[in-house]
Nanobody, 115 residues
């Protein structure tokens, strides 16, 4: 069973930056979309950013130009560069990969932004 491995989360002060990485545990064929979601305590999971296989991106309204999603198709890896972090960005961040046949979710990585 393929697993998505997320890394890059941690504790950062407001105004700081983090870069999240999402990599499948083994090669995945037919990848279409790659995306990042987040879930804060007591709130529903929401989409942060998504990127198609052709590089078209989409962001949640709350991102406001602070985050950038990218991907390396040769490595089947997705990235989320987060700048100007604020305490409201504190959440568990999940990676999602959609292939022609299925979709996969990571276990999540904690991002905590202190004020």
């Amino acid at each position: 069973q393929v697993q998505l491995v997320e890394s890059g989360g941690g504790l950062v002060q407001a105004g700081g930056s983090l870069r999240l990485t999402c990599t499948p545990s083994e090669s995945l064929l037919g990848i279409r979309d790659m995306a990042w979601f987040r879930q804060a305590p007591g709130k529903q999971r929401e989409k942060v950013a998504a990127i198609t296989q052709n590089g078209i991106t989409d962001y949640g309204d709350f991102v406001k130009g602070r985050f950038t999603i990218s991907r390396d198709n040769a490595k089947n890896t997705a990235y989320l560069q987060m700048n100007s972090l604020i305490p409201e960005d504190t959440a568990v961040y999940y990676c999602k990969v959609v292939t022609i046949w299925s979709e996969y979710w990571g276990q999540g990585t904690q991002v905590t932004v202190s004020s």
